[in-house]
C-alpha cells in the first residue's frame, strides 16, 4: 500500500494477480473517528495555526498536520474543521488589530501594510495544510476557499472596522493633499500598495468604498475651492491651463498611486467643478473670455477654450459667441452706408472675413480623427457657414455687388491679374455665391456686365471668363449659364459674319461711308436693352447700317435684326479749327449722338439733345457727363454753364461745344466705368427680376401640373419651393398668388372633391 | 395539394357571392339613392334616375349638377307656352321693349307674382328662369323657363315662387344659385367681376350664411388694391363663410386659400 498525498491508495498489480489495476478510498482499517478524537486532532491543527500566525511554523510537521485534516474531513468532521479554522483567523484579527490600532499615524499604513502581508503568508500556509479540505470539502460545502476566507475576514475585520478604515481614509487623504500642493514628496509606492491590498481584498467592497469615494468627494471639496480661487486671479487661457495641468496631475496620481477605474471618475469630477461650472464664465469673462480673444484675434487662446469645453463636450455656447459677434460685424457691415458707396470694398470686405474664419477653422475648431486627418469641427462650420449666409443676404444689392466684384477682376485695367490668380478670385467669390439664395439677381446683373465687357473688348482675358462661367457650370448646372453660353457663341459668330460682310461688301463693288463692326446678338442671351425705337442716326452711320442689314437679311432670311443703340462704341476724329492735329476720339453710341448734333450746331440745351437724339433723362446725363468732365489729360469736349452743378442740371441748361479742346495725346477714350446702380434702377432691375420669378413659377407650375394631372395644394408648394432653392426663394404667398392667377386664366381648377387639390386643365 | 385546390374553390364560390351580394344591393342602394334625391332635390322619379345615372350614382355629385344645371331637367309636364306669352305680354311695356322684361316692367311683373324685387328672392326668380343679362327677363328666357318649370298660370306661378326662400336653407341648392350668380353679374364672358357689384350682391346673399360678412364688407371696401373679384375668389369665399366659423377659429393657414382670403383673416385678427 501506498500513501499518495492525493490521499487516494492504490491497488498495485501483483505480477501474478489477474485482477485489474482499481482506485478506491483508503479506510483507515482502525474504524471510524469519533467526535472526540476529531476535536483532538483539530486541538493539533488549532495549535499549528497559532504556531503559523506567530510566524513560528519551522517546528511544524507539514505531514503530520496534513494527515491530521484528513483525517477529519474523511470522517466527515469538515463543518467543526472549516469554522474552527474561520474562528481562529477571525480571533487572530480581532487581536493584530488592535496592535495596528495602536499606531502612531506616521506608521500606521505602513504597519497596515506589513500585517497584510503577515496574514497573507499565513493564510497560505493554512491553506496548504487543509488542502484536502479545499480540494474536497470546501466545494461541496459551498463554502470559501481558506485563502479567500483569509482574504475575506481581514477585509471584513480589519480593513473595514469603522476606526481602521477612518484612519485609513484620513491618512491617505493627508497625503494627498500634501501632494497637491506640493509640499512633501509624494508617497506614491506606499498609496499603491495600500490600492493593491484593498483591491486584492474587494474592490466594490474595500477599494471603493472606503478609499475612492473618500478620495473623488475630496476632490471635489478641493475643486470647487480650487476653481475659485484661480478664476478671480487669472485671466481665461491662464486658468485653462492649470486646469489641464490638474487633470493631468491627476490622472498621473491614478496611475501611479490608485486604481485604474478611478481615472475617469477623478476626471469627471475635475471637468465638472473646473470648466462645467464656470463654462459660462470662461466664455463671457470681461478682458480674457471669448469675445475679448475674437477681437484680439488670439487664436491660440481660443483653440485652448475650444479643447477645454470640448472636454465636457459642449462647444456650443462658445460657437453661439462667436457666431455673434460674427453677425455684430457683419449685418452693419453689408448696409453701412459708407461702405455701400463701393461695392468692392463690401465684398473684399467678406472675403477677407470668410478667409479669417476659414484659417480660424483650421486652426482651432478642428478635430483630429483616428486616421491622423482633421476635419472641422461640425457645430463651427455649420454656426459659420449660418452667419456668413445672413450677412450676404442681409442687403439685397449684394448679387449686383458681387457681380461688379467679378467685373472689376475681369475687366481690363491697371490691377489686371496674372493667369494663375483668376482662379483663386473665382474660388473665393463661388464662396459668397453659394451663400446667396437670390441667385437669378446675380445671374441678371453677370449678364449685364458681362455684355458690356464682351461689346465693348473690355474683357482681360477670355480664357478667365469662360473658366468662370465653367465653374458656376460646374455648381449650378447648364440652365444657369446656357444664357452666358451663348453670348460667347454669338460673339464668335458675329467675327465670322463680319469677315463675310466684309468680302460680301467688297464683292460687290460698294462702300460703307463709315466702317462698321456690327455683333449680332441672339435676343434671349443678352439683356434686353431699353434701346429707343427710333434714333435719329446720322447719315453715314445710318447708310451703313442699312447696308449691313442688306447684307445679314440677305443671308439669314426671316430674322428680325433690330440696333442696339445703348451698348456700343464709336471712334470719331475730331478737327477743330484753331487746332492742326485731328483727335481720335473713342465714345458711346449715345455720345457719339449728342457729339455729331454738335456737328452743325454750337450749342443746345437739356431737352433739345434728349429731342434730338431720343435719348431720356438720366441716361442722357450719364452719357454728358465724361463730355463735360475736365479730365487729366484733357479739357472738356463739351462745356455746361460755371454755375450749373451737375446735380442742378436739368431741361434748360445749356451745353456748349469747347472751341479750345487740348488734350495731351491723340487719341481719347471716354471710357465708362460699370458703376452699381442708383436706387431707382435697383428698382426696376427688381421689378424686372420679380416679373422674371412670376413667370418662371407660372411655367414650373404648369410643367408639374401637366405632369401630375392633379396634386394638393400643400404638395404642390413645397416642391415648388425645392425646385427652386438656389435660384430664389418664393413664399407660399407668391406661389398662392400665381395659383390663383392660373385657375383665373383656366390652366389649373379647384378638385370638385376637396377644395386644397388643383387639376389640370388640358 | 388538396387544401389549395379546397381555398380555391372555396374562394370561387365567395367570389360569386360577393357578386350576388353587389347586384342586390345595388339595385337596393340605388332606390335609396333615388329617394334621397328626391328628398333633397323634390324632383321627379324621372329625373332622379337619369341624373344620378349620369353621375355614376353618386349623390353629392348628382344633387351639385342638378342644382346647376336646372334648365336641362324640365318638369314633368311642360306648361303651355301660349299661356305663358300672355302673361309676358300682360307686363311688358311696348314703349320700351317688346321683348324684356326691365325696369317698371320687370318690377310689375315680380309684384305680381307676390316677388319682393327689392329682395334676394328675385334673382332666385332669375336663376330659376337662367337668366343671362343683370336686371332683365327676355321673352324667350320667360316663355321656356317658366315652361321648362311647368309653370303657366300666374297663380301656379305664385305658389311656386313662394317656395323660393328655402333656398336659402338649403345649402347645395344655394351653392348652385351662388356660383351662378358669378356668371349672371359678369357681363359678356369676362372672368372677373367689378368689386362694387360683388359687394352688393354678398350684402344680398350672403347675410344668412357668413356670420362674419359685416367684417367682409368692411375689408373689400377698405382694400382699394382689390377692384375685381375673380370667379374662385367668389366661389372660394362661400366656403370660407361656411367652413371657418364665426370667430374664424377654424381657419387653417395652409388651407390654399384665396390670398385676398388670407389678407382679410390677417386684418380681422388684427383688428
Same mark, same amino acid.
Given at each position: ?32 473517528? *469519533? ?144 501632494? &497637491? ?74 496611475? &501611479? ?139 439685397? &444689392? ?8 467679378? *467685373? ?162 464709336? *471712334? ?78 436739368? *431741361? ?111 | ?24 344591393m345595388s339595385s337596393y342602394s340605388q332606390r335609396r339613392a333615388i329617394s334621397d334625391f328626391k328628398n333633397i332635390t323634390s324632383a321627379s322619379d324621372a329625373i332622379a334616375r337619369k341624373v344620378l345615372q349620369a353621375s355614376g350614382w353618386n349623390l ?111 345649402? &347645395? ?99
Amino acid at each position: 500500500w501506498i500513501l499518495f498525498e492525493s490521499g487516494f491508495c492504490c491497488l498495485m498489480a501483483h505480477p501474478n494477480a489477474t485482477q485489474k489495476l482499481v482506485l478506491q478510498p483508503y479506510v483507515d482499517k482502525k474504524g471510524s473517528l *469519533d467526535q472526540a478524537g476529531a476535536k483532538e486532532k483539530w486541538k493539533t491543527l488549532e495549535n499549528a495555526i497559532h504556531h503559523i500566525f506567530q510566524q513560528n511554523a519551522s517546528s511544524l510537521s507539514f505531514q503530520h498536520l496534513y494527515t491530521s485534516g484528513y483525517h477529519i474531513i474523511l470522517h466527515r468532521h469538515g463543518d467543526m474543521l472549516y469554522t474552527g479554522v474561520e474562528d481562529t483567523i477571525r480571533g487572530h484579527i480581532d487581536k493584530e488589530r488592535d496592535k495596528v490600532l495602536n499606531q502612531a499615524d506616521a506608521s500606521f499604513l505602513e504597519s497596515l501594510l506589513q500585517h497584510w502581508e503577515k496574514h497573507r503568508t499565513a493564510v497560505n500556509m493554512i491553506r496548504d495544510i487543509l488542502m484536502y479540505m479545499d480540494k474536497n470539502f470546501v466545494p461541496n460545502a459551498g463554502k470559501l476557499p481558506i485563502y479567500d476566507l483569509g482574504v475575506k475576514i481581514f477585509g471584513e475585520h480589519m480593513l473595514k472596522n469603522p476606526k481602521v478604515s477612518g484612519k485609513i481614509r484620513s491618512l491617505t487623504l493627508t497625503i494627498i493633499k500634501a501632494e &497637491r500642493s506640493g509640499e512633501t514628496a509624494p508617497q506614491r509606492l506606499l498609496l499603491k500598495n495600500l490600492t493593491k491590498m484593498m483591491t486584492e481584498v474587494s474592490k466594490r467592497e474595500v477599494y471603493e468604498p472606503i478609499l475612492e469615494e473618500a478620495f473623488l468627494d475630496d476632490s471635489t471639496d478641493f475643486y470647487k475651492v480650487e476653481a475659485q480661487n484661480f478664476f478671480s486671479s487669472s485671466t481665461v487661457p491662464e486658468y485653462i491651463r492649470k486646469v489641464l495641468k490638474r487633470l493631468d496631475e491627476e490622472r498621473d496620481r491614478v496611475e &501611479r498611486s490608485l486604481d485604474e477605474g478611478t481615472k475617469e471618475k477623478i476626471e469627471d469630477r475635475v471637468k465638472t467643478e473646473m470648466i462645467k461650472e464656470y463654462k459660462m464664465n470662461l466664455i463671457e469673462k470681461e478682458s480674457s473670455g471669448c469675445l475679448a480673444m475674437l477681437q484680439d484675434w488670439r487664436v491660440d487662446d481660443l483653440r485652448l477654450l475650444y479643447e477645454c469645453l470640448k472636454l465636457i463636450n459642449d462647444v456650443d455656447p462658445m460657437v453661439t459667441q462667436i457666431k455673434r459677434h460674427l453677425l455684430q460685424w457683419g449685418l452693419k457691415f453689408v448696409v453701412d452706408s459708407d461702405n455701400v458707396k463701393d461695392p468692392i470694398l463690401i465684398i473684399d470686405g467678406i472675403l477677407e472675413k470668410i478667409e479669417q474664419y476659414k484659417d480660424l477653422e483650421k486652426r482651432a475648431f478642428s478635430i483630429k480623427e483616428a486616421n491622423n486627418k482633421t476635419v472641422p469641427d461640425p457645430t463651427f462650420q455649420k454656426a459659420i457657414q449660418k452667419a456668413f449666409e445672413e450677412i450676404v443676404n442681409k442687403n439685397q &444689392r449684394l448679387p449686383e455687388f458681387l457681380s461688379l466684384y467679378v *467685373d472689376s477682376k475681369l475687366r481690363k485695367g491697371k490691377s489686371q491679374l496674372r493667369d494663375e490668380e483668376y482662379d483663386i478670385v473665382f474660388e473665393k467669390v463661388l464662396v459668397v455665391f453659394r451663400y446667396l439664395r437670390e441667385k437669378d439677381v446675380f445671374e441678371k446683373y453677370y449678364k449685364n456686365h458681362l455684355a458690356k465687357r464682351l461689346l465693348g473688348a473690355k474683357s482681360s482675358s477670355d480664357d478667365a471668363e469662360r473658366s468662370f462661367i465653367q465653374k458656376l457650370k460646374t455648381e449650378y448646372g447648364y440652365n444657369f449659364t446656357s444664357k452666358l453660353e451663348g453670348m460667347f457663341q454669338d460673339m464668335k459668330v458675329s467675327a465670322d459674319t463680319m469677315e463675310n460682310y466684309k468680302q460680301w461688301v467688297s464683292a460687290r463693288g460698294k462702300k460703307s461711308p463709315c466702317d462698321i463692326s456690327v455683333h449680332v446678338l441672339t435676343t434671349t442671351y443678352w439683356p434686353g436693352g431699353k434701346s429707343p425705337e427710333s434714333v435719329q442716326l446720322p447719315e453715314e452711320v445710318r447708310l451703313s447700317a442699312e447696308l449691313f442689314k442688306q447684307f445679314y437679311i440677305g443671308s439669314h432670311s426671316g430674322r428680325k435684326l433690330t440696333w442696339q443703340y445703348t451698348m456700343g462704341t464709336a *471712334d470719331l476724329r475730331l478737327r477743330l479749327p484753331a487746332s492742326t492735329r485731328p483727335y481720335d476720339i473713342i465714345v458711346n453710341t449715345q455720345q457719339m449722338l449728342i457729339l455729331m448734333f454738335f456737328n452743325d450746331k454750337q450749342s443746345a440745351t437739356f431737352a433739345e439733345i434728349s429731342a434730338q437724339t431720343s435719348i431720356v433723362g438720366p441716361d442722357l446725363k450719364r452719357s454728358l457727363l465724361p463730355l463735360v468732365h475736365q479730365q487729366k489729360l484733357h479739357s472738356p469736349i463739351l462745356k455746361k454753364p460755371q454755375n450749373t452743378t451737375i446735380k442742378e442740371i436739368d *431741361d434748360h441748361t445749356v451745353f456748349t461745344f469747347n472751341e479750345e479742346f487740348k488734350s495731351k495725346c491723340m487719341k481719347i477714350k471716354l471710357s465708362q466705368v460699370i458703376q452699381k446702380e442708383n436706387d431707382d434702377e435697383a428698382k426696376q432691375t427688381r421689378q424686372k427680376v420679380d416679373e422674371e420669378r412670376k413667370w418662371q413659377l407660372d411655367a414650373a407650375i404648369v410643367r408639374l401640373m401637366k405632369a401630375r394631372k392633379t396634386e394638393e395644394h400643400r404638395i404642390l408648394v413645397l416642391e415648388l419651393i425645392k425646385m427652386f432653392q438656389g435660384r430664389f426663394t418664393p413664399s407660399p404667398d407668391d406661389i398662392k398668388k400665381r395659383i390663383e392667377s392660373l385657375i383665373e386664366r383656366e390652366y389649373l381648377e379647384r378638385s370638385k372633391e376637396s377644395r386644397s387639390r388643383y387639376n389640370y386643365l388640358a | 395539394k388538396n387544401l389549395n385546390r379546397d381555398n380555391r374553390s372555396r374562394s370561387r364560390t365567395e367570389t360569386r357571392l360577393t357578386e350576388e351580394r353587389s347586384t342586390v344591393m345595388s339595385s337596393y342602394s340605388q332606390r335609396r339613392a333615388i329617394s334621397d334625391f328626391k328628398n333633397i332635390t323634390s324632383a321627379s322619379d324621372a329625373i332622379a334616375r337619369k341624373v344620378l345615372q349620369a353621375s355614376g350614382w353618386n349623390l353629392e355629385r348628382a344633387v351639385d349638377d342638378y342644382y346647376a344645371n336646372r334648365h336641362k331637367y324640365p318638369a314633368a309636364k311642360l306648361g303651355d307656352k301660349k299661356k305663358i306669352a300672355k302673361i309676358f305680354d300682360k307686363y311688358m311695356d311696348e314703349e320700351e321693349s317688346t321683348d324684356e322684361l326691365f325696369g317698371e316692367a320687370l318690377f310689375n311683373f315680380l309684384s305680381g307674382i307676390d316677388v319682393d324685387p327689392e329682395e334676394s328672392v328675385s334673382l332666385a326668380v332669375c336663376w330659376k328662369l337662367n337668366c343671362t343679362e343683370m336686371g332683365r327677363i327676355t321673352r324667350d328666357e320667360f316663355v321656356n323657363g317658366f315652361s321648362m318649370l311647368g309653370l303657366d298660370s300666374v297663380k301656379a306661378m305664385k305658389t311656386e315662387m313662394a317656395k323660393l326662400k328655402s333656398i336659402f336653407n338649403n345649402p &347645395r341648392e344655394f351653392k348652385a344659385f351662388y356660383q351662378w350668380l358669378f356668371t349672371y353679374c359678369t357681363e359678356d364672358k369676362r372672368k372677373t367681376m367689378d368689386k362694387e357689384i360683388a359687394v352688393s350682391m354678398w350684402e344680398q346673399t350672403l347675410p344668412s350664411v357668413f356670420p362674419l360678412l359685416k367684417d367682409w364688407l368692411e375689408f373689400v371696401n377698405e382694400n382699394e388694391q382689390l377692384k375685381f373679384v375673380s370667379k374662385d375668389l367668389w366661389n372660394q369665399l362661400l366656403e370660407f363663410a361656411r367652413d371657418v366659423g364665426d370667430d374664424i377659429s377654424k381657419y387653417d393657414e395652409d388651407g390654399a386659400w384665396p390670398v385676398v382670403i388670407d389678407d382679410f383673416v390677417e386684418w380681422y385678427n388684427d383688428k
